[in-house]
């Protein structure tokens, strides 16, 4: 594994080992972290396999565009499209006033998290 794409690898494990505390804290859990943290780990796990693959990336993020990139040299990550459809969402719109998630999403959120990532690691050299 190059270091560019190791580094990837290492952001994304920070945000998916946060998802994984926060959706089984008692007191006061914060949903909304929960899923956006998820929708950043799925990202930097798509852009680390994009690095890995030389596949050029734009400062984004939509899953479902990273996901497109990929999907010629890796098609059978097509199963995850609607997942990561849905886990784009997080991304941007729950960090402001007029959105928040529930427990359900971020329960979900971690669900399609560890699947799309357990995908990818399989992929990584």
């Known amino acids: 594994m190059n270091v560019l794409v190791e580094e990837w690898v290492n952001k994304a494990e920070g945000d998916r080992q946060t998802a994984k505390r926060e959706v089984n804290v008692v007191d006061s859990p914060n949903w909304d972290a929960v899923c956006f943290h998820a929708q950043q780990a799925v990202e930097k796990y798509l852009k680390a396999l994009c690095q890995q693959e030389n596949i050029p ?7 479902t565009q990273l996901l497109k990139a990929l999907l010629p040299k890796y098609p059978d990550l097509a199963s995850q499209s609607d997942n990561l459809e849905w886990l784009t969402t997080f991304a941007v719109e729950i960090r402001y006033p007029g959105e928040s998630a529930i427990e359900g999403d971020a329960e979900k959120a971690v669900k399609i998290m560890e699947d799309a990532i357990t995908l990818m690691i399989s992929r990584l050299k």
């Open 57 to 63: 990336f734009t400062r984004t993020h939509d899953l």
